[in-house]
């Protein structure tokens, strides 16, 4: 059957991981997720002050961001894949607060978005492939055979993104989740380097008002309709 690219690309925290990961693991096609990348390099930067005290030191970032490996290891536990910073699990620490706070500001940088475009091309060569983010569609991937833009009312977002992290036992609040999708959503969108915008020719998705299984139903037409 013939093999597609995904792109999958919208705001924080609106289920694109979710939807894009079972799409995946049902059709066999790869599943990456490209903002795990963007956050563990900013865990990087936390683990060696590269970031520190709000200022980034940013020769040090440009020096270190060549030799980073990130990359996705399978977890036959979850049945997805986990991202690796320099041969270590990062999976769980890319979730906190701390990083969601900075990554916005670490993914704008156009040096690092260069090495980390780079890395999602080649895992795409062979097609196969949902990816998900801000700019697959736009930049990375933009001749995916199949494009989705998927937004939701911030308010949706952050008690999803609540209830995701309390499940995990984390302690936080829904208003600075909020605020921290809000303060992303802008800095995704007015960035000057690839920010956040729809692609002229991917399919809109508003989910605010579907269920995770609604979505899926609902991408999985698409991804038929694509491969015909
Ligand atoms: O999980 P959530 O949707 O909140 O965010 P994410 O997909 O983990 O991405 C974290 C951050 O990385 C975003 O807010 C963007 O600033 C950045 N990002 C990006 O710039 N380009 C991408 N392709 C993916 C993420």
Same mark, same amino acid.
């Given at each position: 059957?013939?093999?597609?690219?995904?792109?999958?690309?919208?705001?924080?925290?609106?289920?694109?991981?979710?939807?894009?990961?079972?799409?995946?693991?049902?059709?066999?096609?790869?599943?990456?997720?490209?903002?795990?990348?963007?956050?563990?390099?900013?865990?990087?930067?936390?683990q060696t002050d590269i970031?520190?005290?709000?200022?980034?030191?940013?020769?040090?970032?440009?020096?270190?961001?060549?030799?980073?490996?990130?990359?996705?290891?399978?977890?036959?536990? /979850?049945?997805? %894949?986990? *991202?690796?910073?320099?041969?270590?699990?990062? #999976?769980?620490?890319?979730?906190?607060?701390? =990083? !969601?706070?900075?990554?916005?500001?670490?993914?704008?940088?156009?040096?690092?978005?260069?090495?980390?475009?780079?890395?999602?091309?080649?895992?795409?060569?062979?097609?196969?492939?949902?990816?998900?983010?801000?700019?697959?569609?736009?930049?990375?991937?933009?001749?995916?055979?199949?494009?989705?833009?998927? /937004?939701?009312? %911030?308010? *949706?977002?952050?008690?999803?993104?609540?209830? #995701?992290?309390?499940?995990?036992?984390?302690? =936080? !609040?829904?208003?600075?989740?909020?605020?921290?999708?809000?303060?992303?959503?802008?800095?995704?969108?007015?960035?000057?380097?690839?920010?956040?915008?729809?692609?002229?020719?991917?399919?809109?998705?508003?989910?605010?008002?579907?269920?995770?299984?609604?979505?899926?139903?609902?991408?999985?037409?698409?991804?038929?309709?694509?491969?015909?």
């Open positions: 059957m013939k093999k597609i690219i995904i792109a999958i690309d919208g705001f924080s925290s609106c289920g694109k991981s979710t939807m894009a990961k079972e799409l995946a693991h049902e059709i066999g096609y790869i599943y990456i997720d490209s903002g795990a990348m963007y956050r563990a390099v900013t865990l990087y930067c936390i970031l520190k005290e709000e200022t980034i030191d940013i020769q040090r970032l440009r020096e270190a961001i060549g030799t980073l490996k990130v990359c996705f290891h399978f977890n036959r536990e /979850t049945d997805h %894949p986990d *991202v690796w910073l320099n041969d270590v699990n990062v #999976e769980d620490k890319i979730r906190t607060m701390e =990083v !969601s706070a900075h990554v916005s500001k670490i993914a704008a940088f156009d040096f690092v978005r260069t090495a980390m475009v780079a890395q999602q091309q080649a895992m795409g060569r062979d097609k196969g492939l949902v990816m998900d983010g801000r700019d697959i569609g736009t930049v990375v991937f933009p001749h995916a055979e199949l494009k989705i833009f998927v /937004t939701a009312s %911030p308010e *949706v977002r952050a008690r999803r993104r609540y209830d #995701e992290l309390t499940a995990k036992g984390a302690t =936080v !609040s829904l208003e600075e989740i909020l605020t921290n999708i809000k303060e992303r959503d802008y800095a995704d969108q007015h960035r000057p380097v690839s920010p956040l915008r729809q692609a002229d020719d991917a399919i809109l998705l508003d989910n605010t008002h579907l269920t995770t299984a609604q979505q899926l139903e609902w991408l999985k037409e698409q991804y038929q309709q694509a491969i015909q």
